[in-house]
């Protein structure tokens, strides 16, 4: 039996080798800087929610072509082209 410790080394590659890319970062609010929580973050029909700290995660098929959507009341959506970063903070800014 394989140790847990020999799988977690292994999927990231299982990922690179699949296409799939891990992107991350934090939500934040532009002019306070207040990091945003449960704002939606998707890319490509795969979506994650922020957490208190702001924080969100996606791992997917994505490709630098793709756009990022951010989404929390009281903001304006965000898009952006996914590229080829793979940390993608982000500040929102209030609506008017």
Known sequence: MKSP????LTLPLIATL?????ISGVVRDKP???????????I?????TTNAMGAYNLTGPFIPSHVIF????????????VGKEQIHDIELVPRQ
Request: charged share 5%; proline share 5%; net charge positive.
């Open 5 to 8: 410790k020999h799988l977690f």
């Open 18 to 22: 699949a296409g799939c890319m891990n």
């Open 32 to 42: 306070t800087g207040n990091p945003i929580s449960s704002a939606s973050v998707t």
């Open 44 to 48: 490509n029909n795969v979506s994650a």
């Open 70 to 81: 951010v989404n929390a009341p009281g903001y304006n959506i965000y898009t952006k082209s």
